[in-house]
C-alpha cells in the first residue's frame, strides 16, 4: 500500500513539474535545469517521508576543482534523479532513446545532456567526445555511467571505453563513485524497503594514465567499495 501512495505521489510531482516548466523551453537553459534540479528534490523528500528512504553522500572532501568527470555505478533509476543534486549543472551522459520521451527529453536536450546512440559505435563516442568537449569549455563536469547501463548488485558487467575517451582526450580528473541504491530501488522496479542509501566519492584518478591501467583502477575502486557498501 505504501508502495502504491509512493508511485502515485511520484507521478503526481513529474507531471506537475513537466507541465510548470513548459515555458522554460524557450527561456534560458538554467532554467530547465533550476526545474530538474526542483523535481530531484521533490522525489527525494517523497521517498524519505513516504517510504523513510533517505541518502548519505560520502567523500565530498575528494572532489577536485571543476571541470571534471564523474564515473558512476549504476544500479538503479535513484541514481539519475540524484545526478541532479549531486553537481550543480552537469552534463550528463544519456541514452539518446530518451530524448524521445515527450517533454521529458525536450528538458534533457534544452539542458544539454550527452544523448549516445549505443548502436552507432565509433561515431557515437565521436559525438559524445565532441559534446563533452563543449561541455568543459562552459565549466560544466561531465557524469558518465561506465557500464553504460543498470546493473543489480553483486552482478558484472563490462566497463565500457566511454569513460577512458573522455579522460584520455580531454585531459580531465575522473572521480569514481560507488553506491548501494539497488539494494533499495531495484532496477525496473520501484522501491521496496526503507533505509539508507549510500553514495560514496572516491580517491580521483588523475590524467595519464594508459589504457588498461585506468580501466583497472577505475573497475577496481567502484567495484570493490560498492560490494562494502552492499554487504
Known amino acids: 500500500m505504501i508502495k502504491i501512495v509512493f508511485i502515485i505521489f511520484f507521478w503526481f510531482w513529474s507531471i506537475v513539474i513537466n507541465i510548470l516548466f513548459i515555458p522554460s523551453l524557450i527561456l534560458p537553459r538554467k532554467v530547465v535545469v533550476f526545474g530538474q534540479k526542483l523535481w530531484a528534490l521533490g522525489i527525494i523528500y517523497i ?14 572532501e575528494l572532489l577536485p576543482p571543476k571541470p571534471y568527470i564523474i564515473a558512476i555505478k549504476h544500479q538503479s533509476m535513484w541514481d539519475t534523479i540524484i545526478l541532479h543534486l549531486i553537481d550543480k549543472d552537469p552534463a550528463i551522459v544519456m541514452k539518446k532513446e530518451l530524448l524521445n520521451i515527450p517533454v521529458y527529453g525536450w528538458y534533457c536536450k534544452k539542458s544539454k545532456m550527452i ?33 553504460g547501463t543498470r546493473v543489480l548488485p553483486k552482478e558484472k558487467a563490462p566497463y565500457l571505453p566511454g569513460t577512458y575517451l573522455l579522460y584520455n582526450k580531454l585531459r580531465l580528473t575522473v572521480v569514481p563513485c560507488a553506491l548501494n541504491s539497488g539494494l533499495f530501488w531495484p532496477s525496473k522496479n520501484w ?40 554487504e
Request: net charge positive; proline share 7%; aromatic share 6%.
Open 47 to 60: 521517498l524519505k517521508k513516504i517510504l523513510n528512504l533517505s541518502y548519505v553522500i560520502e567523500g565530498i
Open 115 to 147: 544523448p549516445i546512440d549505443r548502436r552507432a559505435g565509433m561515431k557515437s563516442l565521436k559525438f559524445m567526445l565532441k559534446e563533452g568537449k563543449k561541455a568543459i569549455q562552459d565549466k560544466r563536469n561531465i557524469i558518465i555511467f561506465p557500464q
Open 191 to 230: 522501491p521496496n524497503s526503507p533505509g539508507i542509501i549510500k553514495l560514496r566519492f572516491l580517491d580521483p584518478i588523475q590524467p595519464g594514465l594508459r589504457k588498461e591501467d585506468f580501466g583497472k583502477k577505475l573497475e577496481e575502486s567502484i567495484e570493490i567499495e560498492s560490494n562494502l557498501l552492499i
